[in-house]
């Protein structure tokens, strides 16, 4: 599971057998949304974060977004 950043308490990470779209995961105490970036920014799946939080995760993700991006196509190929 490569991580891409620890930030805020939040890890925002890859798992190993991704799929399309391009998308990433994020951790902290046990949660863990998956938010996809391409074709726009989604939350699909949140376990656990309040509303403030996922604002503060999709800030991060904005502010981060061609590193993981760059980084999704250097870890997958695509």
Known sequence: MPTLLLLRGFRFFFYMNEHLPIH?????????????LVPEIEVTFCRGFKKNEMREIIEIIIEHYEQFIEKWNNTFGE
């Open 24 to 36: 990433v995961h994020v951790t902290k105490a046990e949660r863990e949304p998956r938010v996809v």
